[in-house]
C-alpha cells in the first residue's frame, strides 16, 4: 500500500516568504507527527496530532510555525515569514496509537534564501 | 524533558567487523527505544526496537541491548557490510500527552570499508 507522502519535495523560499508544507498520511492512521531535521542532525519534534486534535505542539520554535490537520487525514505545515535558520528537511510520520513510529514521508527540503 | 545522547558521532570500521554505537538516555519513564538507518537524502528507516521490559533484542546480524537502570541502550551490527554504511540514530520515548514523539540522538556515521 501506498505511504506517507510529502509534498513539496524540495522548496526554494526567499527570506520572508510564506511556505506550506504538505503531509499525506497512511490511511486510517490516527496519529501524525511532524520533525524538523537541520543538515548533519537528528529529527527534532515539531507536533503532533491525534486525528484532528493538535495535542502537542511544544516543538514548534516560533509563532511563525503553524500546522493543521482539520478533516484527521492531511496535515499542513506553514512557515510565516521564512528565516534561513528555518532552512531544514521537515519530515512528516504517521502511525496508529502505541509505540513505534516506522513510518516516515521523505520530508520536504527547505532552502530559504 | 527527555535528553539523548549518542556515541561515536563517526565509526569506521573494514568489511566483516563488529559495530557499536551506544545512547543514553535522561528520562526514566521513557520506555520505547527504536534505531533508525537514514542513507544521504532519505528518509530514516526503523530497522530495531526495544521496550523496556524486555533487555537485549535480535535481528539477524543487529541487536540492541538496553540497561534501564544505567538509562543507556545499544546497537550492535555483526559481519558489516558495504550496504550498512548510513547514519544511525538512537531516539527515546514515553507516553506522555504528545503521543509517542519521539526525542532522536545526534547520529552516528557508519562507514564501512573494504
Known amino acids: 500500500g501506498a505511504g506517507v507522502s510529502q509534498s513539496p519535495r524540495y522548496k526554494v523560499a526567499k527570506r520572508g516568504q510564506d511556505v506550506a508544507l504538505r503531509c499525506d498520511p497512511i490511511?486510517?492512521?490516527?496519529?501524525l507527527f511532524w520533525y524538523q531535521q537541520a543538515l548533519g542532525q537528528g529529527p527534532e519534534f515539531l507536533t503532533y496530532f491525534q486525528n484532528e486534535a493538535q495535542l502537542d505542539k511544544s516543538g514548534l520554535p516560533s509563532d511563525r510555525f503553524f500546522a493543521e490537520r482539520p478533516e484527521g487525514s492531511v496535515s499542513t505545515l506553514k512557515i510565516q515569514r521564512t528565516q534561513q535558520e528555518d532552512s531544514a528537511v521537515y519530515l512528516c510520520a504517521s502511525s496508529n496509537p502505541g509505540p513505534g513510529l516506522s513510518n516516515f514521508g521523505p520530508g520536504t527540503r527547505l532552502t530559504v534564501t | 524533558g527527555e535528553n539523548v545522547e549518542q556515541h561515536p558521532s563517526t565509526l569506521s570500521v573494514q568489511e566483516g567487523d563488529s559495530a557499536v554505537i551506544k545512547c543514553t538516555y535522561s528520562?526514566?519513564?521513557?520506555?520505547?527505544f527504536p534505531w533508525y538507518k537514514q542513507e544521504l537524502g532519505k528518509r530514516p528507516q526503523l530497522i530495531i526496537d526495544?521496550?523496556?521490559?524486555?533487555g537485549e533484542k535480535k535481528d539477524q546480524r543487529i541487536a540492541v541491548t538496553l540497561n534501564k537502570t544505567a538509562k543507556h541502550f545499544s546497537l550492535h551490527i555483526t559481519e558489516t557490510q558495504p550496504e550498512d554504511s548510513a547514519v544511525y540514530f538512537c531516539a527515546a520515548s514515553g507516553v506522555t500527552g504528545g503521543g509517542n514523539k519521539l526525542t532522536f540522538g545526534t547520529g552516528t556515521q557508519l562507514k564501512v570499508e573494504l
Open positions: 526495544i521496550r523496556s521490559n524486555v
Open positions: 490511511s486510517g492512521h490516527v496519529s
Open positions: 528520562d526514566s519513564a521513557s520506555n520505547y
